[in-house]
């Protein structure tokens, strides 16, 4: 009787340790899904935070240098300069998603464009009166947002945020902006509605949208995980629509030849260079 109780209380034993071994691995399983759980969902993600300066290379053949020879032959003594270069400063952050795919939001502000002179120059207008010009102003300012997506093709960041060597990567960019040009009041513009000109103006507006195309560089620098970038592209950017409105409505614009087929867009597509500095970080 004794070994039959000795048997079974072996049986009971081998059954306990065999119960807690398999509560033990089922728990320590559901502690490694946890664990696994809370580290996927804790993935870094990198990001940065850039400032910009940029340079646009205006292409000559556009509506305003049009309109710069047409009424620098009504001054005797002046001329109005063409739109050469723009220069401008921005801001952006970005995000990359995935490993090789980045999108940021951005702003830039131009600076002005254009000529402003202080003088006495002898204005001829079209079919008016002459006139002293003391204040020979025609400039134009551009401020805008942008969206862009760019493809890193070589080496892009790593999973700590930082850019250890050259990178290389290709993007292009959508956005909206607005401009304001400012012109002489002696400027004889034309009324759309009933194909009339006066010597009284405010400030012409506009906005367009803009696309663009670019590839750049990304390389480290030595101090605070910071990076230099470089871009070089092309801008389409074209406001068709700038003008004013009088007290009836009216619109109002400028023409490079007294025409309603002359209107005056102010088309600022062309070759760009952008210099930034980056600062990628993870959170």
Not at 236 to 240: E, S
């Given at each position: 009787m004794s070994g039959k109780m000795m048997v079974a209380g072996a049986l009971a034993v081998m059954f306990c340790g065999t119960s807690v071994f398999a509560t033990s691995n089922s728990e320590q399983e559901i502690i490694d899904r946890y664990l696994k759980k809370t580290t996927t969902k804790h993935t870094h993600k990198i990001s940065w935070i850039s400032a910009g300066f940029t340079v646009n290379r205006i292409n000559q053949d556009n509506p305003y240098n049009g309109f710069a020879n047409y009424t620098s032959g009504h001054f005797s003594n002046t001329d109005i300069p063409w739109l050469g270069q723009a220069k401008a400063f921005g801001l952006e952050g970005g995000l990359i998603l995935g490993r090789k795919f980045a999108w940021s939001l951005g702003g830039e502000y131009w600076l002005k464009l254009?000529?402003?002179?202080?003088?006495?120059?002898?204005?001829?207008?079209?079919?008016?009166?002459?006139?002293i010009v003391t204040n020979l102003i025609s400039q134009v300012q551009v401020w805008g947002i942008f969206s862009s997506i760019q493809y890193y093709v070589y080496n892009p960041p790593t999973s700590t945020g930082l850019i250890n060597k050259l990178a290389?990567?290709?993007?292009g960019s959508l956005g909206y902006y607005q401009a304001?040009?400012?012109?002489?009041?002696?400027?004889?513009?034309?009324?759309?509605?009933?194909?009339?000109?006066?010597g009284?103006?405010?400030?012409?507006?506009?906005?367009?949208?803009?696309?663009?195309?670019?590839?750049?560089?990304?390389?480290?620098?030595?101090f605070m995980d910071m990076a230099i970038g470089a871009n070089v592209g092309y801008i389409?950017?074209?406001?068709?629509n700038v003008a004013w409105y009088n007290q009836s409505d009216e619109e109002v614009v400028a023409t490079y030849d007294g025409t309603a087929g002359g209107r005056v867009d102010l088309d600022l597509s062309g070759f760009c260079g952008k210099v930034e500095l980056k600062r990628f970080f993870t959170f």
């Open positions: 254009g000529t402003n002179q202080t003088g006495s120059f002898n204005y001829f207008p079209p079919g008016g009166t002459p006139v290389v990567r290709i993007g304001s040009w400012d012109l002489f009041s002696e400027y004889q513009n034309l009324n759309l509605t009933d194909s009339s000109s006066t009284i103006n405010t400030t012409f507006k506009g906005s367009a949208p803009a696309f663009s195309v670019h590839c750049g560089v990304d390389y480290p620098l030595s389409y950017l074209n406001f068709t």
